[in-house]
């Protein structure tokens, strides 16, 4: 059986096959458009997709959208007539959206099947598509269910259990309750693009006090008994469908919002602060309603809002779950995977389960393709007898490297495949990279990646974090040890890497380790600010040479400048 899983309806747009239940390829389009959180209708993916699973159009027995575009209408005309302004906008971003993007799919669905008789398409919820197929490729049976983004069809989060192929649903929110969109404001606020920059909020707010504006920002937004989001929309507009995201309401009572190109004032760090703070208080009350309904020691968390990774820190630090799964797309490019997998578990009832432990889903090169690449290129390259020893090494001499290595990372986080590696003992090293190479604001972060093994000497950490998505703390008599990663507060965004998922990328660390006294890198993802991870040779050779990186290691090959 083959499911070709496609997210095409909401931004960053994606691909997956699943293979007799096996999860064979996912790619996200933006990777070879180039075009950051793209909505354009993922055909490049799509067809890399097939190429890279070996299969044609024809072999494909079912489809699998991640949204039920006809769900809730009759909600939406009924909410469209109660606002006294931004019916129109509103009414044209959600029909006419629905209409066009229907109209691509279908134009497309017709191109690749003659008259439109072709596999059988299902349409999975948006939410369902986040958390119940993240439950599925979780390795867990029996897990409390977490789903919270902006909005999906009309829902904005989803509270459930799953047992088995069972999945029950016992809370749901519905737009404009979000606690996405509430975020979302506080992001416009502090002068960055809502529904995409909310991480450089999350990365602001250790600077400020989250005490000067707690109690006002704590009244914006209360979870109810049932897990139900109420948000007080006095002080916002995004209901309106406007750009503008928060109401006069919400300047009157926290001051002037930041220009993008103006310099941050004590009141945008406390705004980031308190909104940050309340974000991952009312995640934690939704947690521990999930305790009381569930019993699971488990959580599976998924949508946007759980790629805040601080809050997913305090899930595992302060309730009592074992542990949070959060798969590596847990956005909404990752719902062409939910998508596929609710179908195949939860509607075709397949009994076997895949543990989607391994975000290396994406495209590679072949040695000799990538030489032809660096020929072509006119560029200075050597073949290095052992890659990891020699990046070792030139990571010790102080060197900023592009590492290219293998197939590519699905999700947002770059893992060791297509990353930025720099010496974390090095204390001006995060001002370095994100001045030379990254080109973005001074006060952003760089996560460490660490083999599992070693993470408790360096970290306050009991569980594994193989994607990047639980923040925790760097143990205090460690942190002038790794001053690069380590952030304002103490805390860093921590990749645990194992041997078994990419050898050559745990064996560069230990090899490091074994020069400098610390198993640990400084991991960024191979991009600049602005744009996606590179995807090919040529995308990281041009990267490369546009920056102020020193070295690329790609293959076996180490190219100077």
């Known amino acids: 059986m083959n499911i070709l899983g496609i997210n095409y309806f909401f931004h960053d747009t994606s691909a997956c096959i699943v293979k007799?239940?096996?999860?064979?390829?996912?790619?996200?389009?933006?990777?070879?458009?180039?075009?950051?959180?793209?909505?354009?209708?993922?055909?490049?993916?799509?067809?890399?997709?097939?190429?890279?699973?070996?299969l044609s159009y024809d072999d494909i027995d079912h489809v699998a959208l991640s949204i039920a575009p006809y769900k809730d209408l009759a909600k939406k005309l009924v909410y469209a007539a109660s606002l006294t302004k931004g019916a129109k906008p509103f009414l044209k971003h959600e029909f006419w959206g629905i209409f066009s993007k229907q109209t691509t799919f279908r134009r497309w669905y017709k191109s690749k099947w003659s008259n439109g008789v072709g596999p059988r398409i299902h349409y999975v919820e948006h939410h369902l598509s986040h958390v119940a197929g993240s439950y599925f490729v979780s390795p867990y049976d029996n897990a409390a269910l977490l789903s919270i983004d902006g909005s999906g069809e009309w829902s904005t989060a989803m509270l459930g259990g799953g047992r088995g192929s069972q999945i029950d649903v016992f809370a749901e929110s519905f737009f404009p309750h979000s606690l996405g969109s509430f975020y979302e404001a506080a992001t416009q606020f502090c002068g960055f693009q809502p529904n995409y920059d909310e991480g450089k909020t999350m990365g602001l707010a250790p600077f400020g006090n989250p005490d000067r504006f707690y109690d006002q920002v704590s009244k914006l937004v209360r979870i109810t008994s049932e897990g139900k989001i109420e948000l007080d929309l006095s002080y916002f507009q995004f209901q309106n469908y406007g750009h503008q995201r928060c109401s006069q309401k919400f300047f009157d009572t926290f001051g002037k919002p930041r220009h993008p190109q103006a310099p941050f004032e004590e009141h945008h760090h406390d705004v980031a602060a308190a909104f940050q703070q309340v974000l991952e208080d009312r995640i934690l009350d939704m947690c521990r309603i999930l305790e009381t309904r569930t019993k699971a020691e488990h959580l599976v968390i998924a949508g946007g809002v759980s790629l805040n990774s601080v809050a997913n820190g305090r899930i595992v630090r302060e309730t009592r779950f074992k542990d949070v799964y959060v798969m590596p797309g847990a956005g909404d490019n990752g719902t062409c995977i939910g998508a596929a997998y609710y179908l195949y578990n939860g509607i075709l009832k397949q009994k076997h389960r895949f543990y989607h432990n391994s975000p290396y889903l994406g495209t590679s090169y072949e040695s000799d393709e990538i030489e032809r690449i660096l020929k072509e290129c006119k560029v200075s390259y050597e073949r290095s007898d052992d890659v990891c020893v020699d990046t070792a090494k030139l990571l010790r001499e102080g060197n900023i490297l592009g590492w290219f290595q293998g197939r590519m990372e699905i999700?947002?986080?770059?893992?060791?495949?297509?990353?930025?590696?720099?010496?974390?003992?090095?204390?001006?090293?995060?001002?370095?990279?994100?001045?030379?190479?990254?080109?973005?604001?001074?006060?952003?972060?760089?996560?460490?990646?660490?083999?599992?093994?070693?993470?408790?000497?360096?970290?306050?950490?009991?569980?594994?974090?193989?994607?990047?998505?639980?923040?925790?703390?760097?143990?205090?008599?460690?942190?002038?040890?790794?001053?690069?990663?380590?952030?304002?507060?103490?805390?860093?965004?921590?990749?645990?890497?194992h041997a078994e998922t990419n050898p050559l990328y745990h064996r560069m660390i230990n090899e490091f380790g074994k020069l400098s006294g610390v198993p640990v890198v400084l991991n960024t993802s191979f991009n600049i600010m602005g744009e996606p991870i590179v995807e090919s040779p040529l995308h990281a050779i041009r990267c490369f040479f546009s920056t102020g990186l020193d070295k690329l290691v790609i293959d076996d090959f180490i190219v100077h400048k």
Do not use: W
């Not at 990353?419 to 996560?447: C, W």
């Open 20 to 54: 007799d239940g096996e999860l064979i390829v996912a790619l996200e389009e933006e990777r070879f458009t180039r075009r950051k959180h793209t909505f354009q209708f993922p055909v490049t993916a799509i067809d890399k997709c097939l190429e890279i699973a070996g």
């Open 411 to 497: 999700g947002p986080r770059a893992l060791g495949s297509r990353s930025i590696l720099a010496d974390p003992t090095l204390p001006g090293m995060k001002d370095k990279i994100n001045a030379e190479v990254k080109h973005r604001e001074a006060y952003r972060p760089f996560a460490p990646s660490c083999p599992v093994e070693h993470r408790q000497a360096f970290f306050d950490i009991e569980v594994e974090d193989p994607f990047m998505l639980k923040v925790c703390y760097v143990r205090k008599d460690k942190q002038s040890t790794v001053p690069a990663i380590t952030h304002v507060d103490g805390s860093a965004r921590l990749q645990t890497v």
